[in-house]
């Protein structure tokens, strides 16, 4: 089984809803709608030959300079029948991150989707307990958002010109 195979039966089945298809490093990544990824991924989990059957993560990427897309939902997968993986990401907006769990497919999902959610706020339509995992309850912010500087600004014992700035 090929890329240019899978590729070609997902662009018969969904047509203009796959798009940005590339392969790094060999690697087949394609980019999906929120409206279609459980087709998509339902359709390559019950496909008889593909049998994309585990998932291997779920995780969220913050790009704050593509404006209305700012979040990414990544979904790895592989068929361990076929030794075959995949990528699928889906963009989604700041403004409304949400997008449809994928827990009626994947009991892992469940972890993985509450560790997204606890770390970028991308909420997941649908999940049984969507709640933080990792950090605290209190929080009131997510601490994977790209929303704060690298550096505290506050800090005296630091000359810039030492750290060739």
Do not use: C
Not at 27 to 40: G, Y
Request: hydrophobic share 40%; charged share 25%; aromatic share 14%.
């Amino acid at each position: 089984m090929t890329n240019q195979e899978v590729f070609e039966d997902l662009n018969n089945r969904f047509g203009d809803a796959i798009f940005d298809v590339h392969e790094p490093y060999g690697f087949l990544t394609l980019t999906t709608t929120r409206e279609n990824i459980i087709d998509v991924l339902q359709y390559l989990y019950s496909h008889q030959t593909f049998q994309v059957q585990f998932l291997t993560d779920i995780t969220g990427v913050q790009y704050p300079e593509l404006a209305g897309n700012e979040f990414a939902v990544v979904y790895h997968l592989h068929s361990l029948v076929n030794n075959f993986r995949l990528r699928i990401k889906v963009f989604i907006p700041a403004a409304d991150p949400v997008i449809p769990t994928a827990t009626g497919l994947w009991a892992s999902a469940n972890w993985m989707e509450r560790e997204t959610f606890d770390f970028f706020g991308i909420v997941f339509r649908g999940h049984p307990n969507l709640m933080r995992i990792l950090n605290m309850e209190d929080m009131d912010y997510f601490p994977m958002r790209k929303e704060y500087p690298l550096e505290d600004q506050t800090r005296r014992d630091k000359d810039d010109a030492k750290f060739g700035r």
